[in-house]
């Protein structure tokens, strides 16, 4: 069974990995950059966005266990099951997708949360238990 310090470190590299992609998509999707091809990515912001993505990320990887602890080999229930990620991967599709109106700061932190917490789930799913259903 994955532990605490493994569900970080993967919540951690997902998080800020979606940031970046999220970051890119942005730039891709600029309209005022449309015609010269370049990138205008300012390192500051990046960086930033890369420690808040590492920030969010761990602890979306480490809040399913927060909410059901792994007391015993049954412990998992909603918030370690299909319909939550299935849910939470929907919610990431669409917020990458160019039709997202999820628009201003609060958006751009759900995404690597969401991306955290997914790889909780994930990770938890490779596991003989696997995830439930529903709960
Ligand atoms: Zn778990």
Redesign the pocket.
């Known amino acids: 069974?994955?532990n605490r310090e493994f569900?970080m470190t993967l919540g951690a590299v997902t998080g800020s990995l979606f940031f970046a992609v999220e970051e890119l998509l942005s730039q891709i999707n600029n309209e005022e950059h449309k015609d010269d091809n370049k990138f205008n990515i300012s390192w500051e912001s990046l960086i930033f966005k890369a420690i808040l993505g590492v920030f969010l990320g761990s602890i979306g990887g480490i809040l399913?266990?927060l909410l059901?602890p792994?007391r015993d080999p049954n412990?998992?229930s909603f918030f370690?099951s299909w319909l939550l990620l299935l849910s939470m991967l929907l919610v990431i599709a669409f917020k990458i997708s160019k039709k997202s109106t999820l628009k201003g700061f609060l958006s751009h932190l759900f995404l690597p949360f969401t991306a955290g917490y997914s790889s909780?789930?994930l990770?938890?799913m490779t596991t003989a238990k696997g995830l439930p259903a529903i709960k």
């Open positions: 069974m994955p569900h399913p266990d059901e792994a412990h998992r370690h909780h789930l990770a938890d």
